[in-house]
């Protein structure tokens, strides 16, 4: 069964530091990994898709990498605001697969 | 990227009475899915809605429970039924498209 672990579950820094948010998976089988950010009580808004056969993907102060030989995706947000304040989820698809598999999640809090 | 409208957005309800969430697509997606977000926790996969026939359902979760309907390509409804507080979540839908999965804004369910 895929597992998928974001580490940490909380994390808060000052304005202006870059965040670096961990993702990891037990199964290198995965066929896209796709980045969420949630806010409270809210639905989820897509950051970015990156596809098995890619290493990364960027989207202004957002870069997302993949390395399936490790098992990891990061994610990391340059700068960071306090509009960046929310949870932050990775999700993979299992290759041949439709189903996302969600990890737990870090809680940013970002201070002014 | 394709919206998807979600509502309601919030509600109280009594127990042993039932709720329908709607989700409206403004385009055709193949795959939709309904998850639920228990409290402090991450998205659990109720159900994929198929179009044209019965939706699948994980383990754990079961039709009487929560019926689903998805009369065609851009939407589909949710129903949880004769509730208890235990089933106090956000619940949200989602569709799968070439650029990954886009969400509805959730309904953050109350029961009293």
């Known amino acids: 069964k895929q597992e998928v672990t974001q580490i940490p579950a909380a994390l808060s820094v000052p304005e202006g530091e870059n965040l670096v948010l961990n993702c990891s998976f037990t199964?290198?089988?995965?066929?896209?990994l796709q980045w969420f950010r949630q806010d409270p009580g809210k639905g989820l808004t897509s950051l970015l898709l990156?596809?098995?056969?890619?290493r990364e993907q960027t989207s202004g102060r957002l870069n997302a990498s993949l390395d399936k030989s490790s098992g990891r995706s990061t994610l990391y947000i340059a700068a960071s605001q306090p509009g960046d304040s929310a949870t932050y989820l990775c999700?993979?698809?299992?290759?041949?697969?439709?189903?996302?598999?969600f990890g737990g999640g870090t809680r940013v809090l970002v201070k002014p | 990227s394709a919206v998807i409208s979600q509502k309601p957005s919030r509600d109280i309800c009594q127990r042993g009475t039932s709720l329908t969430i709607q989700c409206q697509v403004d385009s055709q997606v193949t795959m939709m899915f309904w998850y639920r977000q228990q409290p402090g926790q991450s998205l659990t996969l109720i159900a994929t809605?198929?179009?044209?026939?019965?939706?699948?359902?994980e383990s754990g979760f079961v039709i009487d429970k929560f019926p689903i309907s998805r009369p065609n390509l851009t939407f589909s409804t949710l129903t949880v039924s004769n509730m208890s507080p235990e089933d106090s979540s956000i619940y949200l839908c989602s569709g799968k498209f070439h650029y990954g999965y886009t969400f509805g804004s959730g309904t953050r369910l109350t029961v009293v």
């Open positions: 999700a993979f698809i299992k290759a041949a697969g439709n189903k996302l598999t």
């Open positions: 199964d290198s089988a995965i066929y896209n």
């Open positions: 809605a198929n179009q044209g026939s019965e939706a699948t359902y």
């Open positions: 990156i596809q098995s056969s890619q």
